[in-house]
């Protein structure tokens, strides 16, 4: 009798921790069923205003700034940037996570020279001449002006509803002739798309020397290529990350004697080309 | 008898599923969950702490002005344009985005822009400094944040001493002056202020801001 005690026991003990297992088993089945300490936190509330001025009301057009919400994650690409041996695929949840990207960026040479038949040069020379001169005839703000033109800098059909203007700038000579025009644009989030904000900048002109046309514009040397775009020749700086666009690309062309600056930041490599193809394209 | 243990183990599992799906509302959230607000002003840039002004709120400060959110600042050949800024955040101390310097060039007058973007990457706009250079395109700096402000104060390039002809002969620039605007409708304007051309305002003081935004983080 006293030696089956143990052995009760035993089994007493051993049934117990099935049962425990079980329910353990039971208990992370369930707290894996609705996301446990996983689960992605609340959607972002309003919250207090800074203490020493009050919180800023809506913009004058009502809408108030709030940030996108699905922050992407997805590796695309893989691999690394040849040019910085950086990832392709930075984890984009991360704060600071586009501080080395930066950098790397910064110190990479601009490019000067002449490709696709356009002089490229560093901008912010105020002594250089780039644009038609011509007895000067004014200016309006309006981008519709240019629209129908060979210096169309309206909004292109790609980025409909999905951009606004900022500023724009279309020029006449004396005799009502245009000479050129140039648009801005910010380009809201659209993660269906892809896109995490950014801008779109146009800039159409007739050269000041139409034997050797020059574009004022910043492009890193190793992010310049030259492509076909629209069935011509292209200088095209390509997006760091091309998949996601982010930092700046470009493409300049020169054709049927204007120039267009297509400049942007945000928008994937895919979609500046398509831009590209929409604004070159008689609109 | 078997059938009667799997069914005990069977129970037992569903009670452990049950508890396991059960709501923790005393339980505190994940340790990185956290909402937070931002407020970013964005202050004038001419080099003088108590700056002139030269033009009240306007697009081109022709006479009389065209509308706009631009305001016109004294500032001489050559002078410093700053990136004067104050920040605010909800929870933590430090960066609550990041500013980077931008040449540009369009057809009619010569900007530096600082390319304002969050410390998640998310672009938050700029703010263009017109008729003036920069010596370090392309360099980010911080834009600082706390619970009781903290103020960043960069010098971001100068005013140029001439502008190019296509911008003087489109009636834009007369003389060296510092020209500051938004790009984005993000930015808030501080319309009821700044309405005194010839006025000397301390730009940095914590009212005088020009532009400001607000944004929330969740992370």
């Known amino acids: 009798m006293n030696e089956r005690r143990p052995r009760r026991l035993l089994l007493l003990a051993g049934s117990l921790g099935v049962l425990a297992l079980f329910l353990l088993g039971g208990f992370i089945a369930g707290r894996v069923l609705v996301g446990g300490d996983d689960a992605a936190p609340a959607a972002a509330e309003g919250g207090g205003a800074a203490p020493a001025t009050p919180s800023p009301a809506a913009g004058e057009d009502g809408r108030q700034p709030a940030p996108p919400r699905d922050v992407p994650v997805a590796p695309t690409v893989g691999g690394n940037d040849p040019v910085t041996g950086l990832p392709l695929d930075p984890d984009r949840t991360k704060p600071f996570w586009a501080l080395p990207y930066l950098e790397a960026e910064a110190r990479l040479p601009f490019f000067e020279g002449k490709l696709a038949g356009v002089t490229i040069r560093r901008a912010g020379d105020p002594s250089l001449e780039f644009v038609r001169q011509c007895p000067p005839g004014g200016y309006t703000e309006d981008a519709a002006a240019s629209q129908g033109t060979p210096f169309d800098v309206t909004l292109p059909e790609l980025l409909r509803g999905a951009a606004e203007p900022v500023r724009a700038m279309v020029l006449y000579c004396a005799d009502g002739t245009l000479r050129g025009a140039e648009a801005e644009y910010f380009v809201h989030t659209a993660p269906e798309r892809g896109w995490y904000g950014g801008s779109l900048f146009l800039m159409r002109y007739e050269p000041f020397d139409p034997a050797e046309p020059v574009a004022p514009v910043d492009l890193r040397a190793p992010r310049v290529r030259e492509m076909t775009v629209a069935g011509g020749p292209a200088v095209v700086a390509v997006p760091p990350l091309p998949h996601i666009g982010w930092h700046d690309g470009a493409v300049v062309v020169y054709r049927d004697g204007i120039v267009t600056v297509i400049r942007s930041a945000g928008l994937p490599l895919a979609d500046l080309l398509v831009l590209a193809e929409q604004v070159l394209q008689p609109r | ?219």
């Open chain 2, 1 to 219: 008898m078997l059938t009667v243990r799997r069914l005990v183990l069977l129970a037992v599992f569903g009670l452990g599923v049950l508890l396991g799906a059960l709501p923790f509302p005393s339980r505190p959230g994940p340790a990185g969950a956290v909402t937070e607000n931002v407020t970013l002003q964005v202050h004038p840039g001419p080099a003088a702490a108590n700056a002139v002004l030269n033009c009240s709120w306007h697009g081109a400060c022709t006479s009389p002005p065209t509308p706009g959110s631009a305001l016109d600042w004294n500032n001489g050949p050559n002078a410093d344009v700053r990136w004067r800024s104050w920040g605010w955040r909800s929870v933590g101390t430090g960066s609550v985005a990041l500013g980077t310097i931008v040449q540009e060039q369009g057809m009619t007058c010569t900007a530096v822009a600082v390319s304002v973007k969050d410390v998640f990457n998310f672009p938050k706009g700029s703010v263009r400094y017109s008729h003036s250079g920069t010596w370090t395109p392309g360099w980010s700096f911080s834009i600082a944040g706390s619970p009781s402000w903290a103020s960043t104060n960069v010098v971001v390039g100068f005013t140029l001493a001439l502008e190019n002809q296509t911008c003087i002969n489109s009636g834009l620039w007369t003389a060296p002056h510092l020209h500051q605007d938004r790009v984005g409708t993000w930015w808030e304007v501080n319309w009821g202020n700044f309405l005194s051309p010839g006025s000397s305002y301390p730009v940095f003081s914590l009212a005088n801001w020009q532009y400001r935004q607000s944004w929330t983080w969740n992370y």
